[in-house]
């Protein structure tokens, strides 16, 4: 069976750069590998600029997300930019906070 592919919507602006998932669950490995193949051109692109992760939509995700979320943190630190994650679930936060990725990533 194959995966559905992640959703995502990027919209570029002045010095950053805002991608909304736009699926409620993100727990299928191939899922997750697509999705890194689609952030890695996106996080080129910002630069040194902000890249704003949104999670309005997403409900679940899964620990290889979590992976998935720390390669693109090094790889936007490397470029010299910023990453920041916004209106995480609270149980997801919850997941954060357990693992201590609260201090690793801006939250908001």
């Known amino acids: 069976m194959t995966a559905e592919p992640t959703n995502i919507e990027v919209e570029y602006g002045h010095d950053m750069t805002f991608v909304t998932f736009l ?34 939509h997403v409900r679940f995700m899964s620990s290889a997300m979590l ?24 149980g997801i936060r919850r997941v954060f906070e357990i693992t201590q990725l609260n201090k690793v990533f801006d939250i908001s």
């Open 23 to 56: 699926d409620e669950e993100i727990l299928d490995d191939a899922q997750i590998a697509e999705l890194g193949e689609r952030l890695r051109p996106v996080v080129q692109h910002n630069g040194n600029g902000e890249l704003v992760l949104n999670f309005g």
């Open 67 to 90: 992976g998935l979320l720390v390669r693109v943190h090094k790889n936007v630190r490397e470029s010299a930019g910023r990453l920041k994650l916004c209106n995480l679930d609270a």
